[in-house]
T-cell receptor
């Protein structure tokens, strides 16, 4: 079955540590996105990528980094510079960037900083 | 610029009652509109979408929404609520003005009482 796989589903981190969240898709979609979800705040865009080896900052990119070396993969690193990293992180993809904007989502990764 | 406002962070209905979740949008160009549903600790799933054509859109699980340009609204309805409808619902808008990157509302939690 085609879809988006995020791992790990749950992750605990100590303050000062970097952590990388994995996102893999086999939908052959060109565009991929990372969103952060906090209670009552909806989804906020962290980074997005339209094509391989290219990505753009979203609304809340500070403290995060990404790479897009392969079409199928778009990992997100939460760095120690992110002041409040505890959140639910959602990866999504779309057929191509200039499509309607319909997104396909993974199951999410919940990061907790201890 | 584009934005979405979802009225009511929580909506409570009895099983069998009408469900109405409100969404108003702002867009300087013709929008694409979406409703997504999210169950606890899961990703978002598309319920329905408006791109062009018929303004009354039918989706999965008996939901429908009507695009009203004059009211800049895209309210989600279902004639009869079921216990399994309890979830978080997100309205989203995308457009060429926003580079087809969707902007999400803050979400509405639907509570269904027996």
């Amino acid at each position: 079955d085609g879809g988006i796989t995020q791992s790990p589903k749950y992750l605990f981190r100590k303050e000062g540590q970097n952590v990388t969240l994995s996102c893999e898709q086999n939908l052959n979609h060109d565009a991929m996105y990372w969103y952060r979800q906090d209670p009552g705040q909806g989804l906020r865009l962290i980074y997005y990528s339209q094509i391989v080896n290219d990505f753009q900052k979203g609304d809340i990119a500070e403290g995060y980094s990404v790479s897009r070396e392969k079409k199928e993969s778009f990992p997100l690193t939460v760095t120690s510079a992110q002041k409040n990293p505890t959140a639910f992180y959602l990866c999504a993809s779309s057929i191509k960037h200039s499509n309607t904007g319909e997104l396909f989502f993974g199951e999410g990764s919940r990061l907790t900083v201890l | 610029a584009q934005s979405v406002t979802q009225l009511g962070s929580h909506v409570s209905v009895s099983e069998g009652a009408l469900v109405l979740l409100r969404c108003n949008y702002s867009s300087s160009v013709p929008p694409y509109l979406f409703w997504y549903v999210q169950y606890p600790n899961q990703g978002l799933q598309l319920l329905l979408k408006y791109t062009t054509g018929a303004t009354l859109v039918k989706g999965i699980n008996g939901f429908e929404a009507e695009f009203k340009k004059s009211e800049t609204s895209f309210h989600l309805t279902k004639p009869s609520a079921h216990m399994s409808d309890a979830a978080e619902y997100f309205c989203a808008v995308s457009s060429s003005g926003g580079s087809y990157i969707p902007t999400f509302g803050r979400g509405t939690s639907l509570i269904v009482h027996p």
